[in-house]
């Protein structure tokens, strides 16, 4: 296996492991491969350091009960010390009912990781909806 191969495999195991932590609402796991120098452009708002995004999801856990997410169509580009994942994702497990459309609602995703001291750092993600360019709204089926 090659280092971009190795990489890969990497960041995979780093989204999972995410994952898992989000279903555990750990924010110490899910935030511990995060860089210093973090920045999230998100739905609901951007912010620039890991601790702005562990509030934004302490506002989120309340709207789910045991939360998981779903990938696909998921890219990874990766050489030795820089990895750019994409994909299309939605987080399901919501506490109460929600509408059908924004239960089953997949969202875009980039995560970038850099490798520092060895250890792969998320440095920033994005996250959106697609947007119909003629009614100005968000797709949600996409």
């Not at 999972?16 to 739905?43: P, R, S």
């Not at 509408?99 to 520092?116: D, F, M, S, V």
Request: glycine fraction near 4%.
């Amino acid at each position: 296996m090659n280092n971009n191969e190795q990489s890969v495999r990497e960041i995979k195991q780093l989204l999972k492991a995410w994952g898992d932590a989000l279903y555990c609402k750990d924010l110490q796991a899910m935030h511990k491969d995060y860089a210093d120098a973090y920045c999230l452009y998100d739905v609901k708002e951007s912010v620039n350091d890991v601790e702005g995004v562990k509030q934004l999801w302490r506002q989120c856990f309340p709207y789910f009960d045991k939360p998981t997410v779903e990938y696909k169509d998921m890219v990874i580009h990766a050489s030795d010390d820089m990895a750019v994942a994409y994909f299309r994702c939605r987080i399901s497990g919501t506490a109460e009912p929600m509408p059908e459309e924004i239960a089953n609602a997949w969202l875009r995703g980039t995560a970038a990781y850099r490798k520092i001291d060895g250890q792969w750092k998320c440095i920033h993600e994005h996250n959106s909806f697609p947007v119909n360019a003629e009614t100005m709204t968000a797709d949600l089926t996409a």
